[in-house]
C-alpha cells in the first residue's frame, strides 16, 4: 500500500501520474491502507474518482477522513459503502462528493462571468477615456473660436488705430502747412 501511495504523489519512475480513478474495493484494506491512501489523496489533485468498498476501515479514522476529504475539491466520486463508518460519516463524505461536483460544473460559467465583469469594467474606462476626449475637444473647439474672436478683435482694433493714427498724421500734417 505504501508503493502505491508512493506512486500516486510521487508518480513512478519520476513520471507525473495520471491516475485519474483507483478501485481497491473488497482488497482487505485496513485503517493503516486507508491512512496511507488518505495522505496520498492530499498530496494530489489529479485523482477524480476513489472506490474503496468492503474493506475493514473502523470508525478510528472517521474524523481524519472528513478532514482530509474537505480540503479536497477533485473528487468527484468517493466510494466507502460496505466498511464500518457510521451513516453520518457517509452521508458528508457523499455531500463532499457532490460539492466537488457542483464546483466543477461552476467552474467554466465562474471563469467567463469574471471575464463578462472585468470586460465591462475595461468597456466603462473606455467610455470614460471617449468622454473625457470628448470633452476635451469640445474644451479645444471652444478656445480656438476664442482665438479666433481674439484675433479679430486684434484685425479691428489695429484697423482703428491705424485709422487713428491717420487721423491724427492728417492733422499734424495739416497744422504744419
Avoid: W
Avoid at 478510528?60 to 476529504?69: D, S, T, W
Amino acid at each position: 500500500m505504501g508503493y502505491f501511495a508512493t506512486v500516486i504523489t510521487e508518480g513512478a519512475n519520476g513520471q507525473a501520474c495520471k491516475l485519474k480513478k483507483f478501485d481497491f474495493s473488497s482488497c482487505r484494506l485496513n485503517d493503516t491502507g486507508l491512512l496511507y491512501l488518505i495522505n496520498a489523496l492530499q498530496a494530489t489533485k489529479m485523482i477524480s474518482s476513489v472506490r474503496l468498498q468492503d474493506n475493514f476501515f473502523s470508525e478510528n479514522v472517521e474524523a481524519l477522513l472528513l478532514e482530509i476529504l474537505n480540503k479536497n475539491t477533485t473528487l468527484t466520486e468517493i466510494g466507502l459503502s460496505g466498511n464500518r463508518f457510521s451513516h453520518s460519516c457517509l452521508a458528508k463524505v457523499k455531500k463532499i462528493a457532490q460539492r466537488n461536483v457542483k464546483m466543477l460544473e461552476e467552474q467554466e460559467p465562474n471563469k467567463l462571468k469574471a471575464e463578462i465583469y472585468r470586460l465591462n469594467y475595461e468597456k466603462q474606462k473606455l467610455d470614460n477615456a471617449k468622454k473625457r476626449l470628448k470633452d476635451q475637444q469640445d474644451e479645444i473647439a471652444k478656445v480656438q473660436e476664442y482665438k479666433k474672436d481674439l484675433q479679430s478683435q486684434m484685425v479691428h482694433i489695429k484697423q482703428e488705430e491705424e485709422a487713428k493714427r491717420k487721423k491724427l498724421q492728417d492733422q499734424i500734417a495739416q497744422q504744419r502747412e
